[in-house]
């Protein structure tokens, strides 16, 4: 059985933790590393996909100091912030194809999120769904196999941030765990139950590491 090393990053920034992904997915190529998930939630910022038109995506004002970046994943315009469980597999996909990959991306949250009784869905468009609101997105970016990005769960995030934006391109609104439940739910918990299932989905043994923000910093200098 393969093995992927589990980073539990804590709130990040969203550009130190961009730095420190791409500093991962560049040692991947290079097999340095082994597979790796990295697992945050971010500052409040939003960002633009590759199939994003930012002029066309926005229906309102966007909070104040909040970033618009543009990046190099797939998919359109959306938001990221606390209590948004954020997962970046940097594994290599073998003979796995791009869309099997997204479809496990999926399940993964699907299965997490049965757990507390919630009965979501995929769509045509990448992402989970439940009742015809979106609670989890997928834009990924594959490069000689290796991927990057990955998905976003919404858990408890304030769900306001996503009023000015046409996430993801769409008109659905966006929907949180706590939302549907009617309570807060616990980031450790669904962190847990995302990294059981990943490992489980695509056959890894799990080995975790906890890491700080100080060692992102100086990885990215590496």
């Given at each position: 059985m393969k093995t992927c090393k589990i980073e539990k990053l804590g709130l990040t920034d969203y550009k130190t933790a961009l730095a420190y992904q791409r500093s991962l997915f560049k040692k991947r190529h290079t097999n340095q590393i082994g597979d790796t998930l990295v697992l945050t939630e971010h500052k409040p910022v939003y960002t633009c996909g590759r199939s994003a038109d930012e002029s066309c995506l926005i229906k309102g004002e966007l909070p104040q100091g909040v970033e618009l970046l543009k990046v190099d994943r797939g998919g359109s315009l959306t938001f990221h912030g606390p209590g948004q469980l954020v997962a970046y597999p940097i594994i290599d996909l073998g003979e796995t194809n791009i869309i099997s990959y997204l479809r496990q991306l999926e399940q993964v949250v699907i299965r997490a999120v049965a757990v507390y009784g919630?009965?979501?869905?995929?769509?045509?468009?990448?992402?989970?769904?439940?009742?015809?609101?979106?609670?989890?997105?997928?834009?990924?970016k594959v490069s000689s196999g290796?991927?990057?990005?990955?998905?976003?769960?919404?858990?408890?995030?304030?769900?306001?941030?996503?009023?000015?934006?046409?996430?993801?391109?769409?008109?659905?609104?966006?929907?949180?765990?706590?939302?549907?439940?009617?309570?807060?739910?616990?980031?450790?918990?669904?962190?847990?139950?995302i990294?059981?299932?990943?490992?489980?989905?695509?056959?890894y043994r799990i080995q975790e590491e906890v890491s700080a923000n100080e060692h992102i910093k100086q990885q990215t200098r590496t």
């Open positions: 919630l009965n979501a869905r995929t769509q045509k468009i990448a992402g989970v769904w439940i009742g015809g609101k979106k609670l989890a997105s997928v834009g990924i290796i991927t990057m990005h990955g998905l976003a769960l919404n858990v408890n995030c304030d769900l306001s941030y996503f009023k000015p934006i046409l996430a993801c391109g769409l008109k659905a609104p966006a929907v949180c765990m706590k939302e549907l439940l009617g309570y807060e739910v616990e980031m450790e918990d669904i962190t847990d139950l990294t059981l299932n990943f490992g489980k989905i695509f056959n």
